[in-house]
């Protein structure tokens, strides 16, 4: 496991731009799919991103591609996520997660950062 530390949310209009930051510690954080996931208050937590390894292999939610853009630098040890055009439904608490190549489950999560977006 690794452990992960969000930062970067906070409330912003629609259609602003944030960026949030996960800084991952441990021996094994460069080898690792690192993933973003959101929880709004009443709905179960959901798939944001993910990114591989070596940062080739991307995947989004639907409901953010083309607006949200993962990203990690392997020699800082953080993952990005930069977030455009957000909407009203974006608002929810964003979490990092990472998890080994080889399975599906993430077995490591940070402890969230809040994003708001007012209409």
């Known amino acids: 496991q690794v452990q992960l530390v969000e930062s970067g949310g906070g409330s912003v209009q629609t259609g602003g731009s944030l960026r949030l930051s996960c800084a991952a510690s441990?021996?094994?954080?460069?080898?690792?799919?690192m993933g973003w996931f959101r929880q709004a208050p009443g709905k179960e937590r959901e798939f944001v991103a993910s990114i591989d390894s070596s940062g080739s292999r991307l995947a989004y939610a639907n409901s953010v591609k083309d607006r949200f853009t993962i990203s990690r630098i392997n020699a800082k040890n953080t993952v990005y996520l930069q977030m455009n055009s957000l909407k009203p439904e974006d608002a929810a608490v964003y979490y990092c997660?990472?998890?080994?190549?080889?399975?599906?489950?993430?077995?490591?999560w940070g402890q969230g950062t809040q994003v708001t977006v007012s209409s």
């Open positions: 997660a990472s998890r080994y190549v080889y399975t599906a489950n993430y077995d490591s």
């Open positions: 441990g021996r094994t954080v460069s080898t690792r799919v």
